[in-house]
């Protein structure tokens, strides 16, 4: 079965300093895909990043990268300079079901941001 | 554009009590529809989703149930609350097949008293 772990559940930086969430799956699929959602304290969920599982480049978003690693079942994410509002939770996901494309979600990682 | 919108926002209720909550999404035609439950300081549940009209699918056993009556309206409902029922609700809806991002809309806090 399809398992998302996100082992910190809180990290608390200093603006400016780099942060990165760490995220661990598990899957039987071949085939799968992986995202990145951010929650800030207004509560909606912003989509990030899709990634499928063929494409093992990094990839960087403004101060936003990501580091797909097959090897080690890991999709982590580092915000760079971090700013105060990147504080927020932030979600990993892993799709699952053939026909139904739904998405397993970690547990989240709260990131605060001191100024 | 697409927009997803939720309804109420807020809702207060008293264990025992019925519920409805609202979910419609414009700007694109048969969406795939999700409801989710996050509890507080949790992470998210997936309750039901729907590919197409009628067409609904429950991930775990509970006291709610949906539907979906027209191709962008999911509706979440209850004959009767229950005290674990509060939590932070959220619906979303992805585009047709493929495992596309899902987008997510405002939410509604539900506190059964």
């Known amino acids: 079965a399809q398992k998302v772990t996100q082992a910190q559940t809180e990290i608390s930086v200093v603006e400016k300093e780099d942060v990165t969430l760490d995220c661990v799956y598990e899957?039987?699929?071949?085939?799968?895909?992986l995202f990145w959602y951010k929650q800030p304290p207004s509560g909606e969920l912003v989509f990030l990043i899709r990634?499928?599982?063929?494409?093992?480049q990094n990839e960087i978003s403004g101060r936003y990268s990501w580091n797909f690693q097959k090897s080690t079942s890991s999709f982590n994410f580092t915000i760079t300079a971090s700013q105060v509002v990147d504080s927020a939770v932030y979600f990993c996901?892993?799709?699952?079901?053939?026909?139904?494309?739904?998405?397993?979600f970690g547990a989240g990682t709260t990131v605060t941001v001191r100024a | 554009s697409q927009t997803i919108h939720q309804w109420p926002a807020t809702l207060v209720q008293p264990v025992g009590s019925p519920l409805s909550l609202e979910c419609t999404v414009e700007?694109?035609?048969?969406?795939?529809l999700y409801w989710y439950r996050q509890a507080a300081g949790r992470g998210l549940q997936l309750l039901f989703y729907?590919?197409?009209?009628?067409?609904i699918s429950s991930e775990v056993p509970q006291n709610l149930s949906a539907s979906r009556p027209q191709d962008r309206q999911f509706i979440l409902s209850s004959k009767k609350l229950l005290l674990s029922d509060s939590g932070f609700y959220l619906c979303?809806?992805?585009?047709?097949?493929?495992?596309?991002?899902?987008?997510f809309g405002p939410g509604t806090r539900l506190t059964v008293t």
């Open positions: 979303a809806w992805s585009v047709g097949t493929g495992f596309y991002e899902q987008y």
């Open positions: 899957t039987r699929d071949t085939t799968y895909y």
């Open positions: 990634r499928n599982s063929f494409d093992e």
């Open positions: 996901a892993l799709s699952y079901g053939s026909n139904d494309y739904k998405l397993s």
């Open positions: 700007g694109t035609s048969n969406p795939n």
């Open positions: 729907s590919v197409g009209i009628g067409q």
